[in-house]
Nanobody, 114 residues
Framework: QVQLAESGGGLVPPGGSLALSCTAS???????LGWHRQPPGQQRDLVAR???????MYGRGVKGRFSITRDDAKNTVYLQMSRLSSEDTALYYC?????????WGQGTWVNVST
């Protein structure tokens, strides 16, 4: 029963930065917030996850370049991405995890290209 709306995706040159945001309809019962991504023709994989207390986890290859934050007062989770490369090109999905179910956004495209 959580609806998620991502925004901020788009075209960015290699080496550039981009910030994604995801706003949830509610955070009632929600614990982890975060992002997965799915490159073209590949499987979906974890980008980053953040718990209510601020503990974070990053997927392989993004730690040090990506930063995840959350603002529960705004029902929003953010993903700040920097030093982007073509390997970061993917459909990025926001998620919100409750004890029983994980909810997903529709996805927003990040295209790293000249």
């Amino acid at each position: 029963q959580v609806q998620l709306a991502e925004s901020g995706g788009g075209l960015v040159p290699p080496g550039g930065s981009l910030a994604l945001s995801c706003t949830a309809s509610t955070l009632a019962g929600v614990n982890a917030l975060g992002w997965h991504r799915q490159p073209p023709g590949q499987q979906r994989d974890l980008v980053a996850r953040i718990l209510p207390g601020g503990t974070t986890m990053y997927g392989r290859g993004v730690k040090g370049r990506f930063s995840i934050t959350r603002d529960d007062a705004k029902n929003t989770v953010y993903l700040q991405m920097s030093r982007l490369s073509s390997e970061d090109t993917a459909l990025y999905y926001c998620f919100a995890a409750t004890q029983l179910k994980t909810y997903w956004g529709q996805g927003t495209w990040v295209n790293v290209s000249t």
